[in-house]
């Protein structure tokens, strides 16, 4: 089955309201749509919203990418040559990770369509269902215990709680929502590159009575080498994040020892290809999967949602990218029960494009 059309625009999509990390404080979103069109009408839905901080890529120069005249390369081409194309995209649109992942997650989705199954299942699917975390941003107690509370009444099970300004004052957030909580809250922490060596080893002391499960990026890549001075115990809890982009910093990592988790993210890896790639590094190594988002459209937390779901080695995810907005393009995807999300039995990744989409450029 050929490839008859292509379609990308971008979408502004609102957030249902404001956070802060440790770089910046967010509002809104611009996500990138990319729709492949069979021969036959299926339609393959790709979406994209790199973090240009992280992999130097913006939104505009993805939409720019996916209007350029490369496009043109996939028309008349078939759907089940879905890898050679992701291939070619990748030698093409080398270090732009936003634009390969929105091409890779739409062949993805048409060639899923095509054959009639998820792409979960094509792969293998090792997990049914697991428990993800919810954010809260940084703030200060009072209302991290109001957010919190609020997804106390919703269900979920798992906190990442986003720090990085102040280790003394992280260090009170997580305590207070123990004392709050008890253990109906697993508490993740998030702290964005903040953190110096010795501030990580005071938040680690004052929160170890308190059964942190592991924090993220505790510190900016230029110094990762700082965390040999951790025992292998403490290196085990901490999760890649900005360090790993690729497959070749997964290899870095995964030689030196750095963290005891990777934190794949389809938009520093360039889609399901590139998180593979990276999930193939992290087996042999005994590193264990976390896969992680931005803020993404429903379509692009499905498919990391599949990917997970297809490796063995997943232990964590925190796939809530799209729970902050107030809008979407698509509807579908996956569900979520108790804070457990699922993935639906459709083919391909089982997201539907909405009737009516407002805000397009």
């Known amino acids: 089955m050929k490839i008859k059309s292509l379609n990308a625009y ?21 996500n990138i749509f990319l729709e492949i069109e069979l021969e036959n009408g299926i339609k393959g839905i790709g979406a994209a919203n790199p973090a240009p901080g992280v992999v130097g890529e913006t939104p505009d120069q993805t939409l720019q990418n996916l209007q350029s005249e490369f496009i043109d390369y996939f ?6 040559h879905y890898l050679q194309h992701i291939y070619t995209t990748r030698e093409h649109f080398n270090n732009l990770p ?44 009072r209302e991290t215990i109001e957010e919190a509370n609020d997804y106390y009444k919703k269900g979920f099970r798992i906190l990442k709680v986003k720090t990085g300004l102040n280790s003394t004052l ?14 109906h809250f697993t508490i993740r922490v998030d ?33 990762d080498k700082d965390l040999l001075k951790l025992s292998d115990k403490e290196r085990a809890m901490l999760a890649a994040d900005e360090s790993l982009k690729n497959v070749h910093s997964a290899f870095e990592i995964a030689r030196q020892n750095l963290y005891g988790i990777f934190n794949i993210k389809l938009m520093k890896c360039g889609g399901i290809f590139g998180a593979f790639e990276i999930a193939g590094i992290a087996k042999p190594a005994g590193i264990t999967l976390f896969w992680g988002c931005n803020d993404e459209s429903i379509v692009s937390i499905t498919a990391a949602l599949h990917a997970a ?16 907005l107030a809008e979407d393009a698509v509807s579908g995807g996956f569900t979520i029960k108790d804070g457990y999300m699922y993935v639906n039995d459709k083919p391909g990744l089982g997201t539907d494009l909405l009737d009516k989409i407002t805000g397009i450029t």
Do not use: W
């Open 10 to 30: 971008r979408k502004n999509l609102r957030l249902q309201k404001p956070y802060t990390i440790a770089r910046e404080t967010i509002i809104d979103v611009e």
């Open 75 to 80: 028309i008349g081409k078939d759907i089940r």
């Open 98 to 141: 936003g634009t390969q992942a929105c091409i890779d997650i739409a062949l993805h989705d048409a060639f899923g369509k095509y054959i009639g199954v998820p792409v979960v299942d094509f792969y293998g699917k090792h997990h049914e269902r697991m428990l993800t975390s919810v954010t809260i941003g940084i703030k200060d107690v």
């Open 170 to 183: 992280d260090a009170e957030r997580i305590i207070k929502l123990k004392e709050k909580f008890a253990d």
């Open 191 to 223: 702290a964005n590159t903040g953190y110096t060596l010795d501030e990580l080893k005071l938040f680690l002391q004052l929160t170890k009575e308190y059964n942190v499960e592991l924090i993220e990026q505790p510190l900016h890549p230029s110094i």
């Open 309 to 324: 779901f297809a490796c063995p080695h997943t232990k964590y995810i925190d796939l809530d990218g799209s729970l902050d």
